[in-house]
């Protein structure tokens, strides 16, 4: 199928053909159509625009507060534009999960915790038993981040009869690496001179790096014991 880049070619070329004979730039119907063409390609152009603008994921950054007016969800202090374009598009699943654990966990998600944990405060206090705490905990840092705002977007979900407290995951990785060398050492024969061996030194280097690992394991193996007359030289 042809394709057209214009609507006035398009409509030109619907024409018969002894419509169409001679040049373009003389044709009154070509010049007719190439007129009124822009104006359909200037319509063309703002149907396009307002299909984007109606839909969340590609609408631009100044139309996005006006998908925040509908549904009641103004942008929050240092929340960058496509965390804010998240968090309008979550918002038919978070209301759906509203008063459950997974829709406070959805609600972090939004704001940029999507690695966030949810613990029963009677855990650490029995006697708390209404309480819970959130482990906020993301694979990247946020913009928001002021914990007032966080406390009031899991307030508006969590269910009303419970009460939420803060944590902050941290901790360091410990790496244990571990290797495994074997290979042959050579001695010299008797007679033999081979340079570099101790005691003498052949040559003189600096210790740049050093490391500290954990080792272990098990080997079986043979040991070789010289036979009667054979010399062995070390």
Known sequence: MKQYDHFGEYMFDLLFAPLKKGKRAVNQFFIFFKVIGRVF????????????????????????PVHGQDRNMPRLAGESVEGYRTRLAMKGIIAEKGGLKDGILYALAALGYEQSTIEPFAFQDPERWAEFIVFLKGSQQSGVNDLNVIDAEVCKVKEGSSKPAYGSEAGAVIEIGS??????????????????????????????????????GDDAGEVEFPKVGTIAAS
């Open 41 to 64: 390609d200037g319509l063309k152009e703002d149907a396009l625009r307002v299909r984007d603008e109606t839909n969340i994921a590609t609408a631009s950054p100044t139309m996005l």
């Open 179 to 216: 290797e495994l060398i074997t290979g042959y050492s050579h001695y010299p024969r008797c007679n033999e001179i081979v340079c570099g061996v101790w005691p003498h030194i052949a040559s003189i280097g600096h210790l740049l790096k050093s490391e500290v690992t954990a080792q272990g």
